[in-house]
Every structure is written in structure tokens, then in C-alpha cells.
């Protein structure tokens, strides 16, 4: 399967513990995103990569909220000091390098929930 | 999403066509896109349209794009059982790359 992974699928934590997610993008897509849905929305916009540097971040990624991209390949996203509020999907997307349209193809996403 | 708005749910009988319409308000954005969710599943990019588009066909879905009323809608002809998913319109704004999506329509195919 050559789609883009994450790990893992599903997390239940408890209020107060940090959780860290995986997204192991398509090989040779150089941008990164991480979304977050949750129960009846879309998708809402939190962080993006272009190979390892961090390019934009929404005002939804708070302080307990990290991603990184170390190497320019797989991502993490860490979440610390979990809030019942935190509980959504967690999706990851990659796109190809030099895409002008940003088509950009999705994981099945990591389920939190936060008790 | 708030900003970009689609209606919730759409009911059609297997054979019909489906229209999933959707209103946005940024006219910067470069691309309109459409998402399919099938439970349990991922978000799958069905189609695309650029911004100096009217219309774009591929198989059986057409994506007629209103620039002046910030309208665009998806038609799916002949709808199947298989169909039967959550459609995302999302947009990215200013050009941006990261995407702003609506809410989703539900559509339900009846057999």
C-alpha cells in the first residue's frame, strides 16, 4: 500500500496524558498537513510541512499542541496535557512536490478520545 | 468551515442524478476541490476546478463553478448504492495550501 499512513488508528487517553500520532506520508511527497475533524464538521486546517520546515500553523494549534518533521519524511503530532476537547480524527495529508493544485491525498486518520 | 456552507443532507433514488451544492466566500482562492468520506474511511479527492473554470466534466461527475454568486456544485449522473458517502467542498484560500472545508452533505442513495 503506498497510500499515506498513520499510526495509530485509533487512542484513548486520559485527561491530563500526552499522545503522540504518527503520519508516514506518500514517498517523495514533500508537503505535509495535519487536519483535525471532528464528529459532523470538515476538516479543520492545523499545520503544514514543506519537506522538514514548518510553513504554517492555525490559531487551532495551541501551545500544548507540537508537530514535527524531523527528517522530511514521516511526521508527529503531539498532543500534551489532553482536554476532553481534544478528542476528534486526527488526519494526515500529503501532496506532490511542484503541484500547483494542491491535491492533496489523506490517511485514514487517528481517533482520539480523551476521557 | 464555517465559512464555506453546504446543506446537510441530500436523498435520491438509485439512477438519478445528485446535486450537493456549496457556497464559499473567499474569491482569492485559486481552486475549488470535492472530497468523498465513506464511513470509517479517509477523505478521497474526487475532482477539482480552477477558478477561471465555468465547468469540468470527468465521467460521470460535472463541477459547474459561479464565480460572481461564490457558487459551486458537484453532479453526479446515474447514482449508485455506492455513492452513498459524506462530499466535502473545501477551497484554499488566497492560494494558500492548506484547505477550509464545509461541513459536509451526507448523501443517501435509495435503491
Known amino acids: 500500500d503506498t497510500g499515506v499512513s498513520q499510526d495509530p488508528r485509533h487512542k484513548i487517553t486520559k485527561r491530563g496524558q500526552n499522545v503522540t500520532f504518527r503520519c508516514d506520508p506518500i514517498?517523495?511527497?514533500?508537503?505535509l498537513y495535519w487536519y483535525r475533524q471532528t464528529l459532523g464538521q470538515g476538516p479543520e486546517f492545523l499545520t503544514y510541512?514543506?519537506?522538514?520546515?514548518?510553513?504554517?500553523k492555525s490559531r487551532l494549534l495551541s501551545d500544548r499542541f507540537s508537530a514535527e518533521r524531523p527528517k522530511g519524511s514521516f511526521s508527529t503530532l503531539e498532543i500534551q496535557r489532553t482536554e476532553q476537547g481534544d478528542s476528534a480524527m486526527y488526519l494526515c495529508a500529503s501532496s506532490p512536490r511542484g503541484a500547483l493544485r494542491d491535491e492533496q491525498f489523506f490517511g485514514p486518520g487517528t481517533r482520539l478520545t480523551v476521557l | 468551515g464555517e465559512d464555506v456552507e453546504q446543506s446537510l443532507f441530500l436523498s435520491v433514488r438509485e439512477g438519478d442524478s445528485s446535486v450537493i451544492n456549496c457556497t464559499y466566500t473567499d474569491s482569492s482562492s485559486t481552486y475549488l476541490y470535492w472530497y468523498k468520506q465513506e464511513p470509517g474511511a479517509g477523505l478521497q479527492l474526487l475532482t477539482y476546478?480552477?477558478?477561471?473554470?465555468d465547468m469540468k466534466q470527468d465521467q460521470r461527475l460535472t463541477v459547474l463553478l459561479n464565480k460572481k454568486d461564490k457558487h459551486l456544485s458537484l453532479r453526479i449522473a446515474d447514482t449508485q448504492t455506492g455513492d452513498s458517502a459524506i462530499y466535502f467542498c473545501a477551497e484554499n484560500r488566497g492560494g494558500r495550501r492548506a484547505l477550509t472545508f464545509g461541513s459536509g452533505t451526507r448523501l443517501q442513495v435509495q435503491p
Open positions: 514517498s517523495e511527497h514533500n508537503r
Open positions: 476546478i480552477f477558478s477561471n473554470m
Open positions: 510541512f514543506q519537506n522538514e520546515a514548518q510553513l504554517e
